[in-house]
């Protein structure tokens, strides 16, 4: 993945989470506080994990996560609908993100 297509990602995520942004060079936090706060990356492969568990996985009824046999991280989310939706990816932070692209794109249709 390339960086514009990791930063695209990243983006459409934060506006999942509730961020707004303000500008181009900070995103401003959800309500009720709207406090500038620093940008989360979703896709960082060190960080990115406990930020997906902190904006993104509360959004949803269930979670689940793990790795197959293959050594691939697999996740799965279930929406508000009961829907379920899930990826792979050789890091788990990505799976998650994945996973949410999903149901984010599938809300869309």
Same mark, same amino acid.
Request: with cysteine; aromatic share 12%; proline share 6%.
């Given at each position: 993945?390339?960086?514009? $297509?990791? *930063? *695209?990602?990243?983006?459409?995520?934060?506006? #999942?989470?509730? #961020?707004?942004?303000? +500008? $181009?060079?900070?995103?401003?936090?959800? =309500?009720?506080?709207? *406090?500038?706060?620093?940008?989360?990356? #979703?896709?960082?492969? $060190?960080?990115? !994990? =406990?930020? %997906? #568990?902190?904006?993104?996985?509360?959004?949803?009824?269930?979670? +689940?996560?793990?790795?197959?046999?293959?050594?691939?991280?697999?996740? !799965?989310?279930?929406?508000? /609908?009961?829907?379920?939706?899930?990826?792979?990816?050789?890091?788990? /932070?990505?799976?998650? %993100?994945?996973?949410?692209? $999903? =149901?984010?794109? =599938? *809300?869309?249709?």
């Amino acid at each position: 993945m390339t960086d514009k $297509e990791r *930063k *695209k990602l990243n983006d459409k995520l934060l506006e #999942f989470a509730g #961020f707004r942004k303000d +500008g $181009e060079f900070r995103v401003v936090g959800p =309500a009720p506080s709207h *406090k500038v706060i620093p940008t989360p990356d #979703f896709t960082d492969p $060190e960080l990115g !994990i =406990a930020h %997906c #568990f902190k904006w993104l996985v509360p959004k949803f009824r269930y979670y +689940g996560i793990g790795t197959n046999s293959n050594g691939k991280h697999g996740a !799965i989310v279930q929406a508000e /609908n009961y829907r379920y939706f899930n990826a792979q990816s050789d890091m788990p /932070n990505m799976a998650i %993100c994945l996973a949410v692209i $999903e =149901a984010i794109d =599938a *809300k869309a249709d």
